[in-house]
């Protein structure tokens, strides 16, 4: 267990913003194909299989996470918190006049009727309101994500969370779910890196009541409370916009926090959320940001990553999951990429970059059959021979072509306080890999200079899918590519046992 009771670093927050994004995008795709079905029992399998009512493709998000990419675009273009209702205003009429094929009650209509009346949407969703006064659908709950993604006052991020809520939404029940939820995640983002457990849950969401207007604390009080007590298979049907909260909170307060590798909370909560049936890719995308805020992208598996993709509107393209990160990325920094230009798309290429600031000669040696590991200066001499790409470092959107599958994973070659999640980074990555490569895939393994983060893969996989002792692993990959990582991944690495003896 790598958690510490101290404040997460920069690198934890980045990770952890990201996440809240990308968990909720996969608890969506996930549960797209058993949108409106019965409950799951334990038997039936998760996958991103798509399917369902609206024939989904494997790994495709709906229309949570569209919807919620009216808000994560413009963060990620650093448009000011004083315009952003404006902009997302736009951004979903520019959705709904795209015509997309899944669109909840609702925000059909009131989108819709803004589009023929040419009404701020804000105006038509109040109008609405007053005709429908008990109506308080989960469609603004399921968005709210990335507004916690905001540096910006409790107080503030609170206000654009009920004014953005308003736009579609407007029951007291829809605006204030998404006060206390958003509140949650941007809370989350930056809580103690110690391991939440049951009512650390209900706590941490419970905490923005004070945000609520004062006459309906003491309401929002008992239904939080009844998560504690409830089960999530309780809370359906889900459509309400309270019970898809409920079943999001309870599905994360009762699903137990393993005692290695806790961020597989992440993946055992998205699924439990997906088997209480009902509105399932709503209530896994709600789950899934706030599950992502606290274990980061890091925590979700590479199985989930590989398929995920979607649209921004159906006018165009649909992207993966590449571009998702990106668009996090750049929204946790207020619009603004990193020191040396990632993920600005303009970056299109980060090899010139390391070729001139990480002088080496191309690395490139066979690990195991279909498996080649090494450096990105061998990367372009690989390409015509490889299948899948995974790059420990940060890559340019050219890097590898669009043929090639191609993975980006966070392992950090700076200190463990970077790397919460550094067991089950090793572990997923190898196992990925390790899958990959038994399906007749060829594989290419690399970070920038092949001097920490290869060389940890390549003996973490040595460990887990050779079932060599770790320590041994270590000398072989050692003397294969001249390297050994650095103490912190050793750590890691020695706690690797081989896979078939996991549970």
């Known amino acids: 267990m790598t958690t510490t009771s101290s404040a997460p670093s920069e690198n934890v927050q980045c990770d952890r913003a990201v996440g809240a994004v990308l968990a909720s995008a996969a608890g969506d795709a996930l549960g797209a194909p058993h949108e409106f079905g019965p409950p799951l029992g334990p038997d039936v399998q998760l996958v991103m299989s798509g399917g369902g009512a609206l024939g989904w493709e494997p790994g495709e998000w709906t229309d949570d996470t569209q919807t919620a990419l009216a808000i994560l675009g413009p963060l990620a273009r650093g448009v000011s918190h004083d315009r952003l209702l404006g902009e997302v205003e736009q951004g979903l009429l520019a959705w709904m006049a795209s015509r997309p094929r899944d669109v909840g009650g609702q925000t059909r209509t009131v989108l819709s009727e803004a589009l023929r009346s040419g009404k701020p949407l804000g105006q038509v969703t109040s109008e609405w309101q007053r005709l429908h006064p008990d109506a308080a659908g989960n469609g603004s709950l399921m968005r709210t994500g ?21 736009l579609t939404h407007a029951s007291d ?3 204030e779910a998404c006060i206390l939820w958003t509140d949650a995640i941007h809370r989350s983002i930056t809580a103690p890196a110690d391991a939440p457990q049951g009512r650390d849950w209900l706590d941490l969401v419970a905490s923005g009541i004070d945000l609520l207007p004062a ?26 916009v309270v019970s898809a909260l409920q079943a999001a909170l309870s599905s994360l307060i009762h699903t137990d926090v393993p005692l290695e590798q806790p961020c597989r909370h992440l993946r055992r909560s998205v699924e439990r959320a997906v088997r209480i049936g009902d509105d399932t890719d709503t209530v896994a995308a709600i789950t899934g940001s706030l599950a992502g805020a606290r274990w980061g992208a ?23 999951l590449s571009g998702l990160d990106g668009l996090a990325r750049l929204a946790s920094n207020h619009g603004r990429p990193d ?14 970059y390391y070729q001139k600031h990480f002088h080496a000669d191309a690395v490139a040696v066979p690990l195991d059959r279909g498996i080649t590991v090494g450096n990105v200066h ?91 002792e770790p320590g041994n692993a270590l000398q072989h990959v050692e ?14 690495i020695m706690t690797l046992s081989p896979r078939e003896f996991q549970l």
């Not at 990335?146 to 308003?166: C, F, H, T, V, W």
């Open 339 to 352: 020191s040396i230009g990632w993920p600005e798309i303009e970056i299109e290429s980060l090899l010139p």
């Open 378 to 468: 061998a990367l372009v001499n690989e390409l015509p021979s490889t299948d899948v790409v995974v790059s420990l470092c940060r890559m340019g959107r050219i890097d590898v072509p669009d043929h090639v599958e191609h993975h980006v994973v966070a392992l950090i070659d700076t200190s463990n306080a970077d790397n919460p999640n550094l067991e089950f980074v090793l572990t997923d990555t190898v196992d990925f890999v390790s899958d990959c490569a038994s399906s007749g895939k060829r594989v290419f393994v690399h970070c920038v200079m092949a001097e920490n983060r290869t060389p940890a893969i390549a003996a973490a996989y040595l460990a887990r899918s050779q079932g060599e």
């Open 298 to 320: 890091t925590a979700v598996p590479l199985e989930w990553r590989r398929d995920l993709h979607g649209r921004n509107t159906y006018a165009d393209p649909p992207f993966r």
């Open 479 to 492: 003397r294969l590519i001249g390297s050994r990582p650095q103490q912190f991944l050793v750590e890691g």
């Open 215 to 240: 006459g309906h604390r003491d309401l929002w009080r008992e239904r939080l409370e009844a998560c504690w007590t409830t089960a999530p298979e309780q809370f359906r049907p889900n459509g309400w």
């Open 146 to 166: 990335p507004l916690g993604l905001l540096n910006l006052p409790r107080k503030r991020i609170a206000e654009l969370a009920s004014s953005i809520s308003a």
């Open 173 to 175: 029940d829809a605006v």
